[in-house]
T-cell receptor, first 115, second 113 residues
Framework: AQKITQTQPGMFVQEKEAVTLDCTYD???????LFWYKQPSSGEMIFLIY??????QNATEGRYSLNFQKARKSANLVISASQLGDSAMYFC????????????FGKGTTLSVSS | NAGVTQTPKFRVLKTGQSMTLLCAQD?????MYWYRQDPGMGLRLIHY???????AKGEVPDGYNVSRLKKQNFLLGLESAAPSQTSVYFC????????????FGAGTRLSVL
């Protein structure tokens, strides 16, 4: 079975600083995908970034990058130059690369960005 | 760019009442999913569908039924609502190939009294 662990219930950062949100995962399957989603106070789930298990390079999407360390089974999200609008809940998730498989979510980390 | 649309956005039910949540996607995705989100937790899968006319159980299927009569629609039914079904419900969809990136609707907040 797959499992996602997010150990930081809350993180605080000042504007323009970088922040790392931790995520570790567990699976015995060699083919999987790792995701980060953002959930602002309005409630919607917004896809941020994807990393495939066979990808050699860390994924980047604008200010978001995913620090993928396969041997350690970690997939940390790095947000550079934080903005007030980054304040939200962040979920790490994974899925196997098989048809129709569900996302397995962690419990989330609340990020608060202050000015 | 509608993406994934869920209706209704909010609903209050009394114990024992029934209701149907509708999910519609306009991205021609083959796969669709229903999740629930409870306080302090990530999302958990209720049911999913890999194509029109097919459905399967997820992690927490009890008390729910689903139907996918059309490719673009995925319905979630509660036949006899219970307070334990108070939750936020999310629908998602994805392509059948590639990265399996799931795109979510805005959610339905359901309270069962």
């Amino acid at each position: 079975a797959q499992k996602i662990t997010q150990t930081q219930p809350g993180m605080f950062v000042q504007e323009k600083e970088a922040v790392t949100l931790d995520c570790t995962y567990d699976t015995s399957d060699p083919s999987y995908g790792l995701f980060w989603y953002k959930q602002p106070s309005s409630g919607e789930m917004i896809f941020l970034i994807y990393q495939g298990s066979y990808d050699q390079q860390n994924a980047t999407e604008g200010r978001y990058s995913l620090n993928f360390q396969k041997a350690r089974k970690s997939a940390n999200l790095v947000i550079s130059a934080s903005q007030l609008g980054d304040s939200a809940m962040y979920f790490c998730a994974m899925t196997l690369n098989q048809a129709g498989t569900a996302l397995i979510f962690g419990k989330g980390t609340t990020l608060s960005v202050s000015s | 760019n509608a993406g994934v649309t869920q209706t209704p956005k909010f609903r209050v039910l009394k114990t024992g009442q029934s209701m149907t949540l509708l999910c519609a996607q306009d991205m021609n995705h083959e796969y669709m999913y229903w999740y629930r989100q409870d306080p302090g937790m990530g999302l958990r899968l209720i049911h999913y569908s890999v194509g029109e006319g097919t459905t399967a159980k997820g992690e927490v299927p009890d008390g729910y039924n689903v139907s996918r009569l059309k490719k673009q629609n995925f319905l979630l039914g509660l036949e006899s609502a219970a307070p334990s079904q108070t939750s936020v419900y999310f629908c998602a969809s994805s392509y059948s190939r590639g990265k399996n990136i799931q795109y979510f609707g805005a959610g339905t907040r359901l309270s069962v009294l």
